[in-house]
C-alpha cells in the first residue's frame, strides 16, 4: 500500500498514534488526510519501540477496515447462535440494554450484572466506574492470569509491585516463565543490547523459547514446580550466606522465621520435583544473588499456575527482599503510584459502591487477595504510604469462574446479565466447555467486540468497538505506575464504531448516573487526567503532540524516606497481611494442582506434564486468526513434544494429535522439537476458525484446538490466595488422531 | 556513490517475523510472495543441550548477481548503487531469474505476470529512510547502510564482526552480511 | 500458496523436448548432406525439424508471464535464454530454407551451393538449439542436479537420438528420395547413441550422488530412491533408452519404428524429469521447513473475508 501512497503529498497530517494490539502500545506515526488513515509506520521517536513494530503492530491497516469487523450496533433476531441480526441503532441498543439492566437490578439486585474483560485493550476504569455506580461488584477480567495476583502479593509483602526495571545499572535478570522474545519485543530489545554489555540473563522456562535461546542460563522446570524452585533458591540464598545483610537487618522484618522455614527446602529435596539437578538450582541461585544488583523482571506465568501460585509469588517476592534487590539502584524499582497526575483508580469510583455490595463479590469468600477483603486491606495500607491506592478494576475482581457456576446454578445467588468486552471468554478463560455452558446460560449477553467471535455469536447485542487508530491511549502499566505514555486517535471511529468509554457512559448515563460524567469524550476524561502535571496544555491532544509522555525524575530508595506500605512500614518476610487475611505468613510447598506425586494414580492414565498459555507469534490471546497477513504464517495449530516421546506415541512431526486431559481433549499438529522434556508438551493457546461457519453449532471450531478445553478452574485447582487458576503443570495424554478415535464422542 | 549493504545479526534475531510482515503488507504482496522470510535453525543438539538460530533471509543484492545475467530482456538490472531490481514494464515472467537465484529471492506474482523481489526498498531509501523491514526490526537485528560510508555501521560491522556470505562458495558476492556466534556454522 | 508455481513447469520440458529434438533433426540433415550425400533424410522429416522448434518456442511463450510480450526475450545478449532465442529463430529459417530444397516446385531447388551453406547453417544452429538448454541448466549454480557441464552432453545426447528417431518415423511416412538404406544405417545410429546416453546416464547420477556438495548428494536420492525413481529408472531408463536399444538392433523394420516411438517417449520423460529434478534450490539453513509450514493454497482462510 504505501509503496503506491505518497506520503509527502499536500494535507497529509501525521498524528501521535500508538499501536494497540497488545498493551506495550508501541507508538506509532498514522499518516492521515481528510479524516482517512494512508498507512502508518513505527514512531522513530518512540522511547520503547524506536520505529520497531512487531507483526501485530504492522497490520494496523488491515485490521482497521477488514471485511470481517463488526461495525454497526446488532441485535439478536434468531435463536441465540444462529447468527441472524438486525442492524440498529446506537439509541436503541443502547436504551434497550438499559433497560434490560435496570430490570434485572430490580429484581435480582445490582450484582445479578456481571462483566467480563480481557487483556488492558479497554479503559477498564470507565467499566470500573459503570459498575460502582451502577452497584455491583462482579467486574472481572483475565486478571488473575495475568500478574495481578503477583502485584496483590508482593504489594502485600512490601507495599508495591515493580512495575520498572532499572535494567541500564543492572547485572543480572531473571526471565521467570517470561518470553519477551514473542510477547514483549521492545523489552527484548533492550535486555539484548545490556547482554552483549555483559548482563547476565536467567531464563526459567520449561521450553526453549526465543528468549531462552538467547539466555546465559536456561533452567527447564516442570511446568507448575515454580514454588519449589524458588523454595530452594530462598534456601541457597540464605545459607549460603548470599542474602543482603544490612538491608534485611534494616528493612526487613521476620527473618529469622523465614531462615527456620526454608531448612527444609533444600536443592537436594527440590531435584525431583522440579526436574532441575541441586548443582542447577545452586548455580543459578547464586548467579542471581552474587551479581547485584538484579532483576527478576514481571511476568504473569506463575500467576497460570493454579494452587500453588500464590506461595510461588511470595516466594518469589522474599528471593528479591533478602537479597536487597528492592528500588535500589539497578534493580527492580518501587515506583508507587504517580503523584502527579490523576490514577485510573482515583476515575474509578469505587467509594461508591456500598460496602454491602462489596461484600457480595463473588469468590470473595474464597479467594481473598483480589477481591474486596484483601484489596481493601492494601489500599488501605499504599494510602497511608504512597497516599493512593492500586487501581480497583484488575485488583479486585469476581473470581470469573466462580461467576459462571453461580449463572449455572444461582449460587450464591442468581447472575442475569453479562457484559462482556474486549474478550472472548470461551477462548480465554480457563475451562471452556464451563464458561461456553454459563454464555448460553445467562439471560442477557451483550459483547462490545471487532469481531464476531463465538462468543459475540452467542450474544443479545453485539456493538462495535473502535480500535487501534481511533481511540486515544495512555499507557501507565494498569494504571500503576508513575509514569505515563500518551497517545492521540489518528481518525474517529469509522462507520458507527465507539469507544469503549463511550458506551459505559452512555449506557450509565441511561442509568442514572448523568452527574457522575462529566467527561464527553475519552480526550476530556484523560486530560483531567493530565491536568495536574503542570504542563500548562489545553487539551489531551496538544500534550500528545508536544510531550507525549511523563517521565518522574527518578527517586531510588524511596523507604527510607516513606518506609513500606505495610503494617510495619518494613518489608515482611513473615507477612502480616496474609497472616490477617488467614493464609501462611510464610510460602509453604504445596505441588502443583495435577501432579504425578501426589495423585501417581492420575500420572498413570496421564503421563505428561502439559503446559499452555505461552504467547506466540505472530497472534496476540485468542486474536488475529483472521489477518491473513499473519495467519500464512502460523496456520495452524502446533503443539510441542520431545522426538523421544513422539517416536514411543508413533507421531511424526506434523501430525494432528490429541492432547487430553481429565477435562476433555482438543487436537493440534505436532511440532518435534528438542527443545521441551520428553516429559513434557505445550499446546498453543487460544485457537479457533474464524474461517469457518460461525453459526452453531460449529462455532468457529471453538473447542477443537482450544488449549482451555484442558485447563482446569475446579476450587481445589486454584490458588487460594487469589484463585488463580490452572492453564500449566496439569496432567495429559497425547495420542494420534485417527478417523476412529476423531468419532468418540468426548 | 554508495554501496548499499545489510547486516542480519542472527545473535539478535529471535525469529519475531516482524520483517516478513512488514513487507508483505508495505509492498502490498499478495500472501504467497514473501521477500524475506525467517527461517529457524533448531533447536538442535539434544534436551536439554540445545541451540537455536533465526536466519533472516532477503535477496543478497550480489555484487555479482546471476539473476541479472539470466535476465533475457533486460528487466532485471542493478543500479550503481548495488541494489538490484526488476523494470516492471519489461519483466515478462520467464523465471530464469527465479531459477538463476540461489537464495530463492525472487516470487512472481501471478496476478501481474511478473517476477518481483525485494529492492531494499529503494524509493525510502533515496529519500533517506531505512527500509520497512530494518525499521520494523525492534531486535536491531537487520542493519541497512552504505558499505562505502566508513563511517557507517555496516562499513564497521563488516570489517570487525567476521560477517559470513550465504552461500558464498558460489561466488555470487552478496551484499547481505550475517553475524553469527563464533561456534555457529552457516 | 504452493511453491511449484514458483518454478519451470512441464510446458518448459515439452518446450526442450521439442525444440531439442527438432535441434538435432537438424545436426543430423546438415551432416549427411555436407558429409555423406543428399536426400539421405525424408522431406517430412526436413520439414518436421523447424516445425517441431516452432511448436516447443511457441509452448515456451504459454508458460510466460506476459505471453504477449515475448519478443522481449531477445534483449539480453548474456543472458542464456536471449541465445537461446535467437538461435532457435535463426534454426527455424534455416530449416525451413533447407527443406525448401527438397521441394521441386521450387526453383531454387537446384542451388546445391546454396544448399550445401544452408547445410552448414542448420548443423550449427541446430547443434547450438539442441544442447542449449544444457547450458542453461548446468549453469544454475543453485539448482545442485543441474549445476555442471553434464548437463550439456545429456542434452546434446538426447536431442540426436530423439533426432535420429524422429527422422526414422518421418522416413516412415514418408520415405527419404534418394536412398533407401536409410531406416537401415539409422537404426544402428540411435542404438549406439542409445548406449552412451545409458551409460552416461549412470555415470551423471553416480557422480551427482557422491557429488561436489551435499545439496547435490541429495538431489541425487530423488532419482535413485525418491520420487522420480521409479518413473526415471522405468519410464526412462528402460522403456526409453534400452528398450528401443534392443528394438532398433532388431531386423524388422516396424519393431524399429516401434523403438524410435519409444525413444521419443524416453526424451518427453527425461525432460519433464530433468525439470522436475531442479525444482530444488540448495536449501538455505531451515528453509524446507519454514516452506513446508506455509499455507499450500487450498486452505479456508484464504478464501475468507475477500472483499
Known sequence: MSKNIDLEQEGIQVKKSCCYFCH??????????????????????????????????????????????????????????????????????LNEIAEKLSKIRDEFGAEAVATAGGTQRTDDWARRRFMNLFGSPNGFHNAHLCWIPTFMVETAIYGWCPFD???????????????????????????????????????????????????????????????????????????????????????????????????????????????????????????????????????????????????????????????????????????????????????????????????????????????????SRIAELTKEVWGKAPTAEWMCEAHPPSVFRAILTEKPYPVKALLVSATNPINSYGESKLTLEALKAVEFLVTCEYWLTPTAMLSDYVLPVAGALERPTITSSYGCADFLLASQRAIQPMYERRNDYNFWRDLGIRLGQGEMWPWETVEDAYYSKIAPLGYGVESYDEFVENYRYHFPEREYQKYKRIGFATPSKKVELYSSVLEELGYPPLPTYIGPSENEVDDPDLAKEYPLVLTTGGGFMPFHHSEHFQIKELRFIRHEPYMDINPATAAELSIKDGDWVWIETKRGRIKQKANLTQGIDPRVVYTQRGWWYPERDMREPELGGYLESNANVLTSVADDDCDPLSGAWANRGLLCKVYKVTDANEKEAK | MARYAMILDTRRCIGCHSCTVACKVHNDLPLEMIYNPVTTIGPTGVFPNVHMMNLPLLCMHCGNPPCVDACPTGASQQSPEGIVFIEEKKCISCKACIMACPYGARVPNHEKGTVQKCDFCKERVHVGKLPYCVQTCHQKARIFGDMEDETSEVYKLVNSSHPVRLLGELGTEPYAFYICESEVKL | MDQKHDVWGWLLAVDIFLAGMGGGMLVIIGILDLFIGTGRTSLLGNLLAPVFIGIGASILILELGRPFQALRVFMNPKATLTIGAWFMSFAITFGFVYASFGIDMFFWSGWVFARKIFAVLCMVCGLVVASYPGVLLGRHKGRPFWNGPGMIILFLLSSLVTGVAA?????????????????????????????????????????????????????????????????????????????????????????????????????????????????????????????????????????????
Open chain 1, 24 to 93: 506495550q502500545n508501541c507508538g506509532v506515526l498514522a499518516y492521515v488526510k481528510d479524516g482517512k488513515v494512508l498507512d502508518i509506520e513505527g514512531d522513530l521517536d518512540f522511547p520503547t519501540n524506536q520505529g520497531g513494530l512487531c507483526s501485530r503492530g504492522n497490520i494496523a491497516m488491515k485490521h482497521l477496515d477488514h471485511p470481517a469487523r463488526v461495525n454497526y450496533p446488532l441485535k439478536r433476531v434468531g435463536k441465540r447462535g444462529a447468527g441472524e441480526w438486525q442492524q440498529i441503532s446506537w439509541e436503541q441498543a
Open chain 1, 165 to 375: 526495571l532499572d535494567l541500564d545499572n543492572s547485572r543480572c535478570l531473571v526471565l521467570w516463565g517470561q518470553n519477551p522474545g514473542a510477547s514483549g519485543m521492545p523489552e527484548i530489545h533492550h535486555i539484548m543490547d545490556l547482554k552483549a554489555k555483559g548482563l547476565k540473563v536467567i531464563v526459567i522456562d520449561p521450553r526453549y523459547t526465543e528468549t531462552a535461546a538467547k539466555a546465559d542460563m536456561w533452567l527447564p522446570l516442570r511446568p507448575g514446580s515454580d514454588l519449589a524452585l524458588a523454595l530452594a533458591w530462598l534456601h541457597v540464598i540464605i545459607y549460603e550466606g548470599l542474602f543482603d545483610p544490612e538491608f534485611v537487618d534494616e528493612w526487613c522484618v521476620g527473618f529469622g522465621e523465614l531462615a527456620d522455614h526454608v531448612e527444609q527446602y533444600s536443592p537436594e529435596w527440590a531435584e525431583p520435583l522440579t526436574w532441575l539437578s541441586a548443582d542447577q538450582i545452586r548455580e543459578s541461585a547464586r548467579m542471581y544473588a552474587m551479581n547485584k544488583p538484579g532483576n527478576i523482571q514481571w511476568g504473569t506465568s506463575i500467576d497460570q499456575i493454579g494452587k500453588s501460585a500464590g506461595a510461588a509469588m511470595q516466594a518469589r517476592a522474599l528471593i528479591r527482599a533478602i537479597t536487597g534487590n528492592l528500588d535500589a539502584p539497578g534493580s527492580d524499582l518501587l515506583t508507587g503510584p504517580s503523584p502527579d497526575f490523576v490514577t485510573d483508580e482515583e476515575m474509578e469510583a469505587n467509594d461508591q459502591l456500598p460496602d454491602e455490595q462489596k461484600a457480595k463479590q463473588i469468590g470473595s469468600d474464597k479467594f481473598k487477595m483480589v477481591t474486596w477483603p484483601g484489596y
Open chain 3, 167 to 307: 527422422h526414422i518415423l518421418s522416413g516412415f511416412v514418408l520415405p527419404p528420395s534418394t536412398l533407401t538404406d536409410v531406416l537401415g544405417t539409422f537404426p544402428k545410429l540411435a542404438a549406439g547413441l542409445l548406449t552412451f546416453q545409458l551409460l552416461l546416464w549412470f555415470g551423471y547420477i553416480l557422480v551427482k550422488r557422491s557429488g561436489g556438495t551435499s545439496a547435490e548428494a541429495i538431489a541425487s536420492q530423488r532419482w535413485i530412491k525418491g520420487d522420480l525413481s521409479s518413473i526415471f529408472q522405468i519410464g526412462f531408463l528402460l522403456l526409453g533408452t534400452l528398450l528401443p536399444l534392443v528394438l532398433t538392433l532388431s531386423s524388422s523394420q516396424s519393431t524399429q519404428a516401434i523403438g524410435a516411438a519409444l525413444v521419443l517417449l524416453g526424451g518427453i520423460i527425461m525432460r519433464i524429469l530433468v525439470i522436475r529434478g531442479g525444482e530444488d534450490r540448495t536449501w538455505l539453513p531451515g528453509e524446507q521447513k519454514y516452506r513446508s509450514r506455509l499455507p499450500k493454497g487450498d486452505e479456508t482462510f484464504l478464501r475468507a473475508w475477500n472483499k
